[in-house]
């Protein structure tokens, strides 16, 4: 089991300098088509036609050249002959490459080069379309964030490709980046964002099984049970409580045990796609039954009551009733394993292989396990409790957060410096997946979003290379200085001695007073250096780019200032600091209103949390 969800399989690309015999293929010269697509029309295959149609697209962006697709049962006998997916004539080439390379993980794929033909194929439908974009990175394609002008694709007249031998599967079984409803009203202002983020999957090999992971707990029993059976909740201070959306429930009672298994049971019958139950926790922590019974399960621990205790308690109880049923083995539990107050792995229990414990990242997210220097007190810590828990268990989920707007305590708190050397951690330690709840956007954010989307699939690579690769081919001449835009700001936040995942429960929010005025001055100075060139270059595009990094800076610029009028204002009441702050803050909501790209800076929540703070001015 640990094998499936291990390192990714790859068989690296032949180039001709190590294989000399083997020759280019040549797709176009010259602007002058010289390779055809094949793909199989049938009902059933719609996904290949759509994959094949997509490699033409992408060619004739890089080429201005429209190669041809062929959906009969022929192919030219001369050229190159690009066949995509289950083609009949070639099925047994197709079928015995899966099976030699072991590729039965779903999203697999193959690229496979036979004289002047090139097979890309997978597992599922999925796993082609993650083959035609592989393909197209060796091509030299890139696809970074899910916005309008996101990629890099190179131009050229004449297309060629070293002869290609590659099977390949993700590191992680299961791969997720997703918007949470703080973003999710930007998302709205301009709604073919929607469509470029799904594309934008597809694109970095985000997917797998159809997990559901999340707080559930209280729709375990039904709906109106308080009135009924109060002994189903949690006893606080000597008495049993409802409290939508923040209880618990009493995790040793019986019936409860019962009921949790009856609702994921109903709930895999009714889903044939569904591959997990959540059970997990109530959101925010806190409110664990305090009866007998479950004080005794949690009190195993003689560092005191551990809520992990109950929780894995709770899960293997209800596993094994699943197991009792038949609901097949692959049919998995989630909760919340490791949050907020669930901190210590379980002691002197053993967990069910139906299990899937997620492990949730509230320790640091600016410091790398090995960034010694820094003196993170959770230095090693994080290496030590996912060792522990990837012994009890094959099916580890990690889950983290990825920046939340949070105006009063902080914005922009870039992870592209700590992102990419943690999903690497995580992939050697075996985990099956990772879950990143999108909670703010920038374009820092973004990034690191590419950096965590290529490293679960390609846990081998180097993050620090993905990066320089990104600022040389995303902004040209202005590379290297955004790349010292970047590297002020991931030194800033490490050597900030914040060491937090939580910040008075806000998610992944840097505080203002980790920023300075020099800092900031010198941050822009980089983005200014970077504007100067873009206008001296006349070139558009690369204007508009560093334009959404210095959109994306500023909310951070901004709103540094703004909050130090708060405070002095808050402290003093002094009118001169009190209309500082109204007119910074009208300045920034003109701003924010004339961004045109809704998703460089979260605009509904933050204006939306800036009327609040007018609002507390007084």
């Known amino acids: 089991m640990r094998a499936v969800f291990g390192f990714v399989i790859i068989v690296l690309a032949h180039c001709m300098s190590t294989y000399g015999s083997e020759e280019k293929l040549v797709l176009v010269e010259q602007g002058q088509p010289k390779a055809t697509i094949v793909v199989y029309m049938k009902k059933d295959n719609m996904q290949e036609f759509f994959a094949a149609k997509e490699l033409q697209s992408y060619i004739h962006c890089m080429t201005g050249t429209q190669i041809p697709i062929s959906m009969g049962g022929s192919w030219p006998e001369s050229g190159t002959v690009i066949f995509i997916g289950r083609y009949p004539p070639k099925y047994d080439i197709w079928a015995k490459f899966l099976k030699n390379q072991q590729l039965s993980t779903a999203g697999s794929f193959f690229i496979e080069t036979q004289g002047q033909h090139i097979f890309i194929g997978g597992a599922d439908d999925n796993a082609t379309w993650y083959g035609i974009y592989d393909f197209l990175y060796h091509l030299g394609c890139r696809f970074y964030f899910p916005l309008p002008d996101g990629e890099y694709i190179p131009q050229t007249k004449t297309l060629t490709t070293a002869p290609l031998h590659i099977a390949s599967r993700p590191t992680m079984q299961f791969r997720e980046l997703w918007y949470d409803g703080y973003v999710m009203m930007s998302m709205l202002a301009k709604p073919e964002n929607w469509q470029l983020f799904f594309q934008w999957h597809y694109k970095v090999g985000l997917g797998g099984p159809n997990l559901m992971i999340g707080h559930n707990m209280q729709n375990l029993v039904p709906k109106g049970s308080f009135e009924l059976h109060p002994e189903y909740f949690p006893e606080i201070k000597g008495k049993r409580v409802y409290e939508p959306q923040l209880g618990q429930l009493c995790l040793s009672n019986r019936d409860v045990q019962k009921c949790a298994a009856e609702t994921a049971i109903n709930y895999l019958q009714g889903r044939k796609d569904a591959c997990s139950f959540s059970i997990g926790m109530e959101d925010c922590g806190g409110r664990w039954c305090q009866c007998d019974k479950c004080r005794a399960i949690m009190n195993i621990r003689q560092s005191g009551e551990s ?312």
């Open 307 to 618: 809520p992990t205790q109950i929780m894995q308690y709770f899960a293997n109880q209800v596993a094994e009733q699943l197991d009792k049923s038949k609901i097949d083995d692959s049919k998995l539990l989630s909760y919340f394993a490791h949050y907020i107050d669930q901190i210590y792995p379980p002691a002197n229990m053993t967990v069910n292989p139906r299990c899937q414990p997620v492990l949730v990242n509230i320790l640091c997210p600016f410091h790398n396990v090995d960034e010694h220097e820094f003196n993170c007190p959770n230095d090693g810590v994080r290496s030590e409790w996912l060792k522990k828990w990837t012994t009890l268990s094959d099916k580890i989920m990690i889950y983290e957060w990825f920046q939340l707007d949070y105006i009063k305590e902080g914005v922009l708190s870039p992870m592209t410096g700590t992102i990419g050397e943690r999903i690497k951690h995580y992939g050697k330690s075996g985990v099956m997946g990772f879950s990143g709840e999108i909670c703010g956007t920038s374009m820092p954010t973004f990034l690191s979003m590419y950096l965590t989307a290529r490293m679960m699939w390609h846990a081998e690579e180097n993050p620090q290379q993905i990066k320089d690769e990104y600022f040389s081919l995303y902004f040209g001449p202005a590379a290297s200085s955004m790349r010292s835009y970047y590297n002020l700001l991931e030194q800033t936040v490490k050597t900030a001695h914040f060491h937090k995942a939580n910040s008075n429960s806000v998610p992944y929010a840097i505080p203002y007073a980790v920023w300075n005025q020099v800092t900031l001055e010198e941050l822009k100075k980089y983005l200014d250096e970077s504007q100067r060139i873009a206008e001296n270059k006349k070139d558009p595009n690369l204007t508009m780019k560093v334009r959404r990094e210095c959109e994306s800076f500023r909310l951070l610029n901004d709103m540094w200032y703004i909050n130090q009028s708060f405070a002095r204002y808050k402290l003093t009441h002094d009118y001169a600091i009190k209309q500082d702050f109204l007119e910074r803050a009208r300045a920034f909501e003109s701003f924010a209103a004339s961004v045109e790209e809704p998703m460089v800076i979260n605009r509904w929540y933050v204006l939306q949390q800036m009327d609040e703070m007018k609002v507390n001015l007084n």
